[in-house]
């Protein structure tokens, strides 16, 4: 079964998004397509597949890019899903690379290990794969994406487990200057380790993990996709959301939203079982009633986050606190001290695995892991060219 990628799971490009209202520096000028140097680490020897899909920038087309940078349009889809076109490109074998352009898209670079993968389209566009459903044509395949947008203003280019974990790799790109920046690399040993620590983590949190029949490790879903699935219990944050609840009863939680506006505070309490927010002239500006763990999970339902100046902040902020469960610790967030982060005994597991195992620490892990800065994002107004590096699964 295929089903249409929502919005809601991609933090990272709603980050791309936001960031999409920056001008370029002067006298800067992005081309048309960069080059993007892809490099297999993996010591995999089986066919490696490269897919280059989004939107295209000047036209908000949906479609393709095939290794010269060339853009192709899905065509008309169907109900039920029709088949894509193939826009498969040959990866690098082991040991090697390969160089392909990308043009100013927004939208992700699939890779899979053996297999093509399958893709479908429907009257309102692309289907990609959803693992989370057993039935799903590429749930034996082992693959894994990057999010990116190319604009005018530049790259920004990702490494994501906001769906899932799985096989590894780095971006990179080079600056103007000439200077290389790189994230998404693990420690060594911090794949294998990242289900070593699901399986280790009472509570369903192993059940996130999925294998092939001859025992390949292929991901580990995100939490969100384990309470929609029934592998983690709907009841897994309850315990700690009751008890931000009470605190903020009689403690006031103060969000300061945006790093850059200090004197932009606001103010929380929960009053007949709502957290209200208030502004500085005291006035009611968001509410939120008592999130489920999905909510928190996902960023999304009770803990929606309109792309507004108020309440998509305080949603955001209240997102992150949740899932590194800091709401307790510090009543002024974002609490950006990373010593704090996933230290109760109700947290988000998978985050706290994932991110302790990042060689610079920083993951996309969930939707709004970019509060405080702790995404795996490189970003250049100017830049020559970009990188993914595919690692080892080890």
Not at 5 to 27: F, N, R, W
Not at 92 to 108: D, E, H, L, M, Q
Not at 341 to 364: C, E, L, P, S, W
Request: proline share 7%; with cysteine.
């Amino acid at each position: 079964m295929l089903t249409r990628i929502t919005t809601a799971l991609l933090g990272a490009v709603a980050l791309v998004g936001a960031l999409l209202t920056l001008g370029p520096p002067a006298g800067a000028a992005v081309p048309d397509t960069i080059p993007l140097t892809i490099t297999n680490n993996s010591g995999r020897g089986e066919a490696l597949y490269v897919y280059n899909l989004g939107t295209l920038l000047t036209t908000g087309q949906q479609g393709w890019a095939d290794a010269n940078g060339a853009f192709h349009a899905w065509p008309a889809g169907g109900n039920p899903p029709t088949p894509a076109p193939d826009a498969s490109i040959p990866g690098p074998a082991a040991g090697r690379s390969t160089t392909v352009r990308i043009p100013k898209f927004s939208g992700r670079i699939y890779f899979s290990y053996g297999q093509k993968l399958m893709f479908g389209l429907t009257a309102g566009g692309l289907v990609q794969p959803a693992v989370q459903n057993p039935g799903d044509a590429n749930r034996n395949i082992l693959f894994n994406w990057s999010e990116y947008t190319l604009n005018d203003s530049g790259l920004w280019l990702n490494s994501t487990q906001v769906d899932m974990f799985s096989a590894p790799y780095a971006v990179g790109v080079q600056r103007a200057d000439g200077s290389t920046v790189s994230t998404g690399h693990l420690k060594a040993g911090g794949y294998s380790g990242v289900f070593t620590a699901l399986r280790g983590q009472p509570g369903g949190w192993a059940n996130l993990i999925q294998s092939r029949s001859d025992g390949t490790v292929l991901r580990a879903l995100s939490p969100l996709y384990g309470v929609e699935t029934g592998a983690l219990p709907s009841t897994v944050l309850d315990d700690y959301v009751n008890r931000v609840w009470q605190k903020y009863t009689t403690t006031t939680l103060t969000v300061t939203p945006f790093a850059d506006q200090p004197g932009t505070t606001y103010r929380g309490r929960v009053s007949g079982g709502v957290l209200n927010f208030t502004d500085a002239s005291g006035a009611v500006v968001a509410g939120f009633q008592k999130p489920d763990a999905a909510s928190v999970f996902g960023c999304h339902k009770l803990l929606d986050a309109p792309n507004d100046a108020v309440r998509g902040p305080i949603s955001r902020t209240l997102c992150a606190g949740f899932n590194r469960s800091t709401l307790l610790v510090d009543p002024s967030q974002p609490d950006t001290t990373t010593a704090n982060f996933y230290q109760d005994a109700v947290t988000n597991h998978y985050a706290r695995a994932i991110h302790a195992r990042m060689a610079d620490g920083k993951a996309y892990a969930f939707a709004f892991d970019d509060v405080g800065q702790q995404e795996s994002l490189v970003h250049d107004g100017s830049p020559r060219q970009a990188y993914l590096t595919l690692d080892p699964l080890s």
